[in-house]
Nanobody, 119 residues
């Protein structure tokens, strides 16, 4: 089993920045990659970014490309999402998830952290 705990959410004004953290524990050696997702009220959950467990490869949704950056600290077993130039439409609950195998299926999810961007 793998446990994921997100932190770092909060209230920020448009144009501001936040850094989310996702701390992993348990059987993490078997993980392939980590993703960040978000879900706004009344909307479906959407993909934000992903990074391989080694940190060697990243991928972003078009809506956040150039504004968000995903990274990993392998020593701390923690994945980060640096969010800059935040917009009100970035308001959502942000979740991190870990996948055992390469692909779209994620096996473990965190509890989520709320990000609210005021205009």
């Amino acid at each position: 089993q793998v446990q994921l705990v997100e932190s770092g959410g909060g209230l920020v004004q448009a144009g501001g920045s936040l850094r989310l953290s996702c701390a992993a524990s348990g059987r993490t050696l078997s993980m392939n990659h980590v993703g960040w997702f978000r879900q706004a009220p009344g909307k479906e959950r959407e993909f934000v970014a992903y990074i391989t467990w080694s940190g060697s490869s990243t991928y972003y949704a078009d809506s956040v490309k150039g504004r968000f950056a995903i990274s990993r600290d392998n020593a701390k077993n923690t994945t980060y999402l640096q969010m800059n130039s935040l917009k009100p439409e970035d308001t959502a609950v942000y979740y991190c998830a870990a996948a055992v195998k390469l692909g779209l299926k994620y096996d473990y999810w965190g509890q989520g952290t709320q990000v609210t961007v005021s205009s």
